[in-house]
């Protein structure tokens, strides 16, 4: 299954719009090569995505 990555400025802003925006959380913020983070999602209609930025 494929996943989309979308890039944001805020990690932790964006994890805060998915909470807030009725998304659950699939996995937290987790560091990976480069420095940035990147998490998972599902929207309030059942669709799968990713997130990746810097932690500010």
Do not use: C, H
Request: cysteine-free; proline content about 7%.
């Amino acid at each position: 299954m494929w996943t989309f990555y979308i890039g944001v400025a805020d990690i932790d802003r964006a994890l805060a719009a998915v909470k807030a925006n009725g998304g659950t959380v699939i996995t937290e913020p987790m560091e990976i090569p480069g420095g940035e983070f990147a998490m998972n999602a599902v929207d309030p209609q059942g669709a799968s995505f990713g997130l990746v930025g810097p932690r500010k």
